[in-house]
């Protein structure tokens, strides 16, 4: 019991490096194009990764591993080309929130797939923590129905796919390392074709042939790389400690609290009642998600002390 409560710090340090993510991902948008940014957002956490597994020696994937890894790895390349072309098209709370529905789309393939039965914390928890995505974007009435809208549900559809896929892939014994170098590294390959077929703008060319004269782009795109592997090896480790991902699905929300605090840091952003009461309901059906069910067996047992 003691072991699966570390699950919850590994997955809250796994969420604040994807907010950072988020953030760096934000600011490269401006200064390069999707199809570049989505492969490095790949490869170079794929490069660290490969260094981490070859300094360490680890052996490769066993083959009963290799379904997951590849359905993982398309999942994460479809969600990132979703997530970073919502970010061209629409708004910061649009996207966020759509991007957020990621945790719901988990439990409803684990139901469908895999036949897992969702438990009642686990439900509450979705609920409280989706109306509190949707009270963090304030107006809601505000939010219009567009095509490029299922652009960014998309993003939140393949994430989903990509974090059961982790988390049954996390249950064999295979390092988070070795896991997640051959996911990105097919993520990248995957998403390759798209640069040929869409072909590279002159900053983007200059990017790449010119690197001393862009090197805070470089700068960002290694602290991303570090965000990127920090997140998915203390997630890995995270899933390793649960039964079903959908019992961490609510936890997932917290990036949007951190998400809002670099906001507050850096772009001097209020928020107004309806944001509050949001983020409110977010903590306190992630702490309920957590807690609920030695809440009750607590209780249970003081009743039946006094019996």
Known sequence: MLLKNHAVPYMLISTFSMSL???VLKKLTEMMGIELLTFLR????ALLLFAIVGVSKLPLPPRSVLKP??????????C?????????????????????TGPLFIAVLEKLIFKVKIKTETKFGLVATFAGVLMLAGDVSGIQFRPELLIGLGAGLFNAGSQVSLFRASKREVKASVLNSWTFLIAAVSVLPLAFIFGLSDLDTQI??????????WVCLLGLSVTVVGNQILRSKAYK????S?????LIFTNLLFTMMWQVLFFDESFSKHQIVGITLIIF?????????????????????HV
């Open 285 to 305: 059906a992630a702490l309920m998600n957590t807690f609920a069910v030695k809440l009750f067996k607590y209780f249970s047992h003081i009743k039946a002390s």
């Open 21 to 23: 993510t988020g953030l």
């Open 241 to 244: 400690l649960v039964e079903s």
């Open 246 to 250: 959908s019992q961490l699905a609510p």
């Open 42 to 45: 790949f490869f170079m956490p």
């Open 69 to 78: 890894i590849i359905i993982r790895g398309l999942c994460i390349a479809a």
């Open 208 to 217: 790449l042939l010119e690197p001393q004269n862009n090197a805070f782009v």
């Open 80 to 100: 990132q080309l979703c997530f970073i072309a919502s970010l061209n098209t629409l708004t910061l709370v649009e996207s966020s929130v759509l991007f957020g």
